[in-house]
């Protein structure tokens, strides 16, 4: 038995044994023209990448455009639904499947593969060389394959797909198609967000959360922002109308939009506020952290936001950093370094490579301290300017401690008001 036939076996398994584990997901709804989304809502995944909590869960979106040529444009999670094989069959309504498009082959898109594959033998396969390197090295396929590079064109009939290769936004093999005639373009994770659809499919029917989309950038697409930017360079020029992403709702209205804040994020730009993080083990350096913050507030500023670091996900403290121009960071000491929970927090910063920001730190510590000393050596390996003359106290926090913080707070505040 082939490698493929047995994966094919071993798909069907997992649908098997997934029937208790089924999603919800709705008929395929029309974007435009002959163009469809089948859209699968996931309220049961806890973590996206088993890494990022998903509150508001996460929506898969594969689209088929059926032409005189027919073209499904990626797929869906394995076990995300059981419908899937029949929404592809109640588009196309008994017509074979010509071109199946891989933009992207992370599993969350490129989980039914094997069973497209399965259904329609003759499918030609388009993606460019990495794309088909993942393919072999997930599935074991290397039949039926058209290769697409950078600028090559698809003709289906009315659409006429031309590819934009994406390199690493948000994998290597990553690219968008986008529908020449008709101003439509699948840019796969670019201009998505995490939350299901819950039956708004288009921007203009939706609440848009921006929270959610810039938590679902900062941490999936974040680290790639220079290859983001490359990609709106390539995007230059085109006219597009309709923006399809793979999670998230679809952009007809105002395309625009979403084009503006990918930009903005992929660029750093932050907005003025200030970004308080603290890890305490006994409430002291919780006690400074609110004390800063209502300081910086009298001060005239009212973005201004305080977390423990040992409560909240990460995630959600990597989306405000994006968001926020100043980040004020508090650590007790803990074994001569910082909080393990804050070096997290360091340590994701660094991976990210966030730059254009700036910092405030301080430290309380017992005896000899550690955390302060480690926060900056967090501030010199990001090159964040510090705005504030960095405190270290020990013990409890009294007047005369906090006097000192009353001069780091009015520091920050006469920063963000320049
Ligand atoms: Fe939604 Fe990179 O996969």
Redesign the pocket.
């Known amino acids: 038995m082939k490698n493929t036939e047995y994966l094919i076996i071993l798909c069907e398994l997992y649908r098997i044994f997934a029937q208790n584990l089924i999603l919800i997901d709705m008929k395929p709804v029309q974007v435009c023209n002959d163009i469809y989304v089948i859209n699968v809502n996931d309220r049961r995944k806890q973590l996206f990448e088993n890494m990022w909590p998903l509150p508001f869960g996460v929506a898969y979106n594969c689209y088929i455009i059926d032409d005189e040529k027919t073209a499904l444009l990626d797929t869906v999670e394995l076990g995300s639904t059981n419908n899937f094989m029949k929404h592809v069959d109640d588009i196309l309504k008994g017509r074979q499947l010509d071109y199946l498009i891989v933009n992207?082959m992370?599993p969350?898109?490129s989980g039914e593969i094997l069973n497209i594959i399965a259904k329609y033998p003759n499918v030609k396969i388009a993606g460019n060389k990495q794309t088909f390197k993942i393919l072999e090295t997930y599935f074991s396929h290397t039949e039926n394959l058209m290769e697409v590079t950078d600028g090559y064109e698809l003709n289906l009939g009315k659409h006429n797909l031309k590819f934009v290769t994406t390199p690493m936004v948000?994998?290597p093999e990553?690219m968008m198609a986008y529908d020449t005639e008709n101003h439509v373009l699948f840019s796969q994770?670019a201009f998505?967000a995490f939350g299901t659809l819950d039956g708004k499919i288009f921007d203009d029917e939706a609440n848009f959360c921006e929270d959610e989309m810039r938590r679902y950038y900062s941490n999936?697409v974040g680290k790639y922002s220079a290859m983001v930017q490359k990609a709106f360079a390539k995007l230059q020029g085109f006219q597009i109308k309709v923006i399809c992403p793979?999670?998230g709702i679809i952009w007809r209205e105002n395309p625009a939009k979403v084009m503006e804040l990918y930009d903005k994020w992929s660029r750093y730009e932050s907005e003025t506020g200030v970004l308080i993080l603290f890890a305490s083990m006994y409430g002291n350096t919780e006690q400074i952290a609110d004390h800063v913050a209502r300081k910086i507030v009298e001060n005239g500023v009212k973005n201004v936001c305080v977390y423990d670091v040992s409560k909240t996900h990460v995630s959600y403290l990597m989306s405000d950093a994006w968001k926020y121009k100043v980040i004020v960071l508090g650590s007790c000491s803990y074994n001569g370094e910082m909080h393990p929970m804050m070096e997290m927090f360091c340590r994701e910063i660094e991976h990210y490579g966030l730059k254009n920001h700036t910092v405030a730190l301080f430290g309380t510590g017992s005896w000899s301290g550690g955390g302060l000393r480690n926060l900056q050596k967090f501030a010199e390996n990001t090159g964040w300017e510090q705005i504030a003359e960095p405190i270290e106290i020990k013990g409890i926090p009294d007047n005369e401690k906090f006097a000192k913080f009353d001069v780091f707070a009015k520091s920050i505040s006469d920063y963000c008001k320049k």
């Open positions: 992207h992370e969350d898109h948000h994998w990553s994770d998505g999936i793979l999670h």
